[in-house]
């Protein structure tokens, strides 16, 4: 007897961008001979979920298909493998990242460096293009970690470390990454100067990451209001931007600035903090705004000479170098973890600020048929989405601006 070609999947969706989000059964793939089957217990909701089911992306990715399934934080159980699956075994503790797949055949999968491939597959609202990460039904959009269970091959599952908590290994994925690739890219030292503009979430795990590859660190914050948690996270100092004699005493006194600022806004005045004699002397830029299009950009026109650079999520090597990492160190990002019907609360939350640099996780327990949310859906700010002239109009203004260089 052949087996189906979908299982069930109850998902936390929204069908607009209003964002209002209620439990869904919709379906998954079945197994396949290289997938592994994931019992969802917890995903961690990202920033960037928030602008991709708002429509906030659809300037460059396109419209968004709804009903809509975010989540690239996911952490939970392996409960079935197909027959020729070698990396994951039943019971093994496995993460999802931000995608489920890639040609494998270019240079840059050649390299490890999948997120770069231009076949890639995002893990929710992605497209099947390389027959690896089928949907049901066909034709439609990948879904995300906000779910009880979870298909993915086994090259895109990433070993959650035996004793780590899985309520924390989720931001892992996202949060851990997109930090930890840009201090591995631009090969940091134990000895260097790291500063990390903004404490969000991001910011948090950056400095803990950072502090745990032995680097002298800097937060960069509008003022003093976050020093506190700064210095708790493990931060050696916080620089207040806003204060000229204070950016002023730390001209030239970092090797590698992160910033993490989700919107769109004037990150040329943290370039004077960078050391001109040190041997990376970037300012890597995260945000999704048209900023970090005018990073990858100068990147390229520039053979890397630009001051300015870009990042966004690691390979799949990357992402796994970096969860084990955090079990050795035993870093773990700040999480609060709350139930399923909190989801269009914590979208308010992300929408209107993070002053204690938390990761939001959903505890994937608490998803049952018929969940509904207790709050009205957010009201969200309105965002000037990035679109292909805004992006040009960046890196044209970037690249003939002499202080990048």
């Known amino acids: 007897m052949s087996q189906p070609e979908s299982i069930p999947s109850l998902c936390m969706a929204c069908d607009s961008s209003a964002c209002d989000f209620k439990a869904v059964m919709l379906a998954r793939r079945n197994v396949g001979p290289y997938d592994v089957e994931i019992d969802m217990k917890y995903c961690g909701v990202c920033h960037s979920d928030l602008h991709v089911a708002a429509g906030h992306m659809q300037g460059v990715t396109g419209k968004v298909k709804y009903p809509c399934v975010p989540g690239h934080e996911l952490a939970g159980v392996a409960v079935r493998v197909g027959e020729k699956v070698t990396k994951i075994k039943v019971g093994d503790q496995v993460g999802v990242g931000c995608m489920v797949d890639s040609c494998g055949s270019c240079s840059s999968c050649k390299a490890g460096q999948e997120q770069k491939c231009s076949k890639q597959v995002a893990t929710y609202q992605g497209k099947d293009l390389n027959g690896r990460a089928a949907v049901w039904p066909p034709k439609s959009r990948t879904l995300g970690g906000y779910s009880k269970n979870h298909v993915i091959h086994e090259n895109f599952a990433v070993k959650i470390p035996s004793g780590y908590s899985l309520s924390a290994a989720g931001p892992v994925m996202c949060a851990g990454i997109t930090m930890y690739d840009p201090m591995l890219q631009h090969g940091i030292k134990a000895g260097d100067s790291v500063g990390i503009v903004g404490l969000g979430g991001l910011g948090v795990m950056g400095v803990k990451l950072a502090k745990a590859l032995g680097c002298k660190v800097s937060v960069i914050s509008r003022s003093k209001a976050k020093e506190a948690l700064a210095i708790k996270v493990g931060a050696d100092k916080l620089v207040a931007s806003s204060d000229p004699e204070d950016m002023a005493s730390n001209l030239g006194s970092l090797d590698l600035i992160i910033n993490t600022v989700p919107i769109y806004h004037d990150y040329s005045v943290y370039t004077p903090l960078l050391s001109k004699t040190s041997r990376i002397g970037k300012q890597v830029l995260l945000g999704l705004h048209e900023g970090i299009a005018s990073g990858f ?109």
């Open 297 to 405: 950009a100068l990147t390229a026109v520039t053979f890397g000479r630009s001051r300015i650079a870009a990042s966004g999520i690691g390979g799949i090597a990357a992402t796994q170098a970096v969860i084990d990492l955090c079990a050795k160190n035993k870093i773990y990002p700040e999480v609060e973890v709350v139930g399923c019907e909190k989801l269009n609360k914590v979208y308010q939350q992300l929408n209107d600020s993070n002053d204690e640099g938390k990761r939001y996780v959903l505890d994937l327990g608490t998803l049952k048929e018929g969940v509904v949310c207790e709050d009205p859906p957010p009201v969200l700010d309105p965002v000037k989405g990035m679109s292909p002239r805004s992006i040009l109009a960046t890196v044209m203004r970037d690249l003939f601006t002499a202080r990048w260089w």
